[in-house]
């Protein structure tokens, strides 16, 4: 194999590396086992390793490394509280279209906010489906809506159960028609209003019923069921996104509740955060994130 010659620059990193590994760590590697070393990492990031080996054992469908068929891996570094930098690029080639998602690309996971977390992790088996459909929102070659499509469908080809990915999908659908502006967005925003308010006015019902008895509580659990089946039908307005339309409605129906709920407990901790940081910590080493608000 032919020698390799690697940049002035390259070699003063190496050197500075070398240096620092010594002083700090007491490392006695020389310096051309760190650049066997590094062949090994730069292998691993656009090769990958197989199951067994190191190499995910958990298959990632169409999802493969950069320069292989091996299954594609996630490593990021983290630039902020919600922010992350893809270390390792991925490409997704499902026969039909192919896309590549370099390393350095920015990503906050699955776009979760904190209140829902609690139904839908922005990470775990759907975390390279959400990288792509970052990705895809600055590829010019594929619109917000087949961006979406896309999302719920590659999140079934890595195993993602089918009522989650649905429901993903509903989620980033309505944010996408909300983002469209105009007649969409009104829409969207009327939806999310109508049956959020729906749902409560229900939780209600459905509270009062329980504590009444068996004749309000079935009354109370058939207002449901016709709400949910008025959401269906009336969910002829968005066209051929009716399904997204009903799905958001019935997610609506179903959620809403809990949501407030986490809401005003999650409220509830953010408050007494604040007093706690406020009260207990002197000001030079309050919590710089909530030294703003304070």
């Not at 010659?5 to 020389?30: C, F, K, N, V, Y």
């Not at 650049?35 to 090994?40: E, Y």
């Not at 990705?135 to 080809?157: N, Y």
């Not at 209003?193 to 659990?221: D, Q």
């Amino acid at each position: 194999m032919a020698q390799v010659t690697i940049t002035e620059e390259s070699a003063a990193l190496l050197h500075e590396l070398w240096e620092g590994m010594r002083d700090q760590h007491g490392e006695d590697r020389t310096e051309a086992q760190l650049v066997d070393d590094a062949i090994r990492r730069v292998h691993r990031g656009f090769f990958g390793r197989p199951p067994g080996g190191g190499g995910p054992d958990q298959p990632t469908g169409p999802f493969f490394k950069w320069a292989s068929g091996r299954s594609a891996e996630v490593l990021l570094r983290q630039v902020d509280a919600t922010t992350f930098r893809l270390s390792q690029p991925f490409r997704y080639d499902d026969g039909r279209r192919r896309f590549n998602v370099p390393e350095d690309d920015v990503t906050d996971l699955a776009s979760v906010p904190r209140f829902l977390t609690w139904l839908v992790p922005r990470y775990g088996r759907h975390t390279l489906a959400a990288l792509l459909h970052d990705h895809l929102q600055d590829d010019d070659r594929v619109s917000s809506e087949e961006a979406d499509l896309l999302f719920r469908d590659s999140m079934g080809e890595i195993g993602v159960p089918l009522a989650r990915r649905w429901l993903m999908w509903a989620a980033v659908g309505l944010r996408t028609e909300k983002n469209r502006g105009g007649w969409r967005m009104v829409r969207a925003v009327a939806w999310v209003v109508l049956f959020a308010a729906a749902a409560l006015a229900l939780s209600v019902g459905l509270v009062a019923g329980a504590l009444s008895g068996w004749g309000p509580l079935l009354t109370a659990v058939g207002a449901v069921a016709g709400v949910v089946v008025g959401a269906l039908v009336v969910s002829v307005v968005w066209g051929r996104l009716w399904a997204l339309g009903s799905l958001t409605a019935v997610g609506l129906v179903f959620f809403s509740l809990p949501v407030l709920l986490v809401l005003i407990a999650l409220g509830g901790y953010l408050a007494l955060e604040w007093a706690v940081e406020r009260v207990a910590v002197r000001s030079p080493h309050r919590n710089p994130v909530l030294a703003r608000n304070l």
